[in-house]
């Protein structure tokens, strides 16, 4: 069975860091793209990066673009995202999904962040 | 980008009655390789997005046969037979033929 494990959520000031981090098994994670969806309270999804199998090709939203970082270890079958300059509007729940901009076709079960004073 | 409208955004049901939720794009979801990348979740409360079918209405692994997905270019449907108490919760439909990758609004599906 495919599980993706995200940790490292938590509630930080604004223009605060935080490092998200998504383990995986039950499939091979150097074989497959990897993306971040993530969705505010009460609100609907929305796709925030993606990365390539080999990580050589990143991909953003336009909202996070030059403040988050999306990266991966092929070793330790992890996904990461680093999230800089912090914003209210960047709560949300974050989930990694398995697959490209195309598929999501497996989901965690999401890492909770919150930004606020 | 690419807007998707789903309709109706609320949905009350009644068990073992069929359910219908509309997915309107507004551009054709036809990509140049000839597929169409459109995707189906549902989410039940308290969890994570599932999806229920890609590339418009191939059935993921355990999805009921209750289910089917259908449509082309920018109109798509996800039809229920006949529901069962299990498929409470926010029906999305998301797009990822075209860049950035954009989701409905959500149809939130009750008993």
């Known amino acids: 069975d495919v599980q993706l494990l995200e940790s490292g959520g938590g509630l930080v000031q604004p223009g605060a860091s935080l490092r998200l981090s998504c383990t995986s098994s039950g499939f091979t994670f150097s074989s497959s793209a990897m993306s971040w969806v993530r969705q505010a309270p009460g609100k609907g999804l929305e796709w925030v990066s993606a990365?390539?199998?080999?990580?050589?090709?990143?991909y953003y939203a336009d909202s996070v673009k030059g403040r988050f970082t999306i990266s991966r270890d092929n070793s330790k079958n992890t996904l990461y995202v680093q999230m800089n300059r912090l914003r209210v509007d960047d709560t949300a729940v974050y989930y990694c999904?398995?697959?490209?901009?195309?598929?999501?076709?497996?989901w965690g079960q999401g890492s909770l962040v919150t930004v606020s004073s | 980008e690419v807007v998707m409208t789903q309709s109706p955004l609320s949905l009350p049901v009644t068990l073992g009655q069929p359910a219908s939720i509309s997915c309107r794009s507004s551009q054709s979801l036809v990509h140049s390789d000839g597929n169409t990348f459109l995707n189906w979740f549902h989410q039940r409360p308290g969890q994570s997005p599932r999806r229920l079918f890609y590339?418009?209405?191939n059935r993921d692994s355990g999805v009921p046969d209750r289910f089917s997905g259908s449509g082309s270019g920018t109109d798509f449907t996800l039809k229920i037979s006949k529901v069962e108490a299990e498929d409470v919760g926010v029906y999305y439909c998301?797009?990822?033929?075209?860049?950035?990758?954009?989701f409905g609004q959500g149809t939130k599906l009750e008993i």
């Open positions: 998301m797009q990822g033929t075209h860049w950035p990758p954009t």
């Open positions: 990365i390539s199998k080999s990580g050589i090709s990143t």
């Open positions: 590339k418009v209405s």
């Open positions: 999904a398995r697959g490209d901009t195309t598929t999501f076709a497996s």
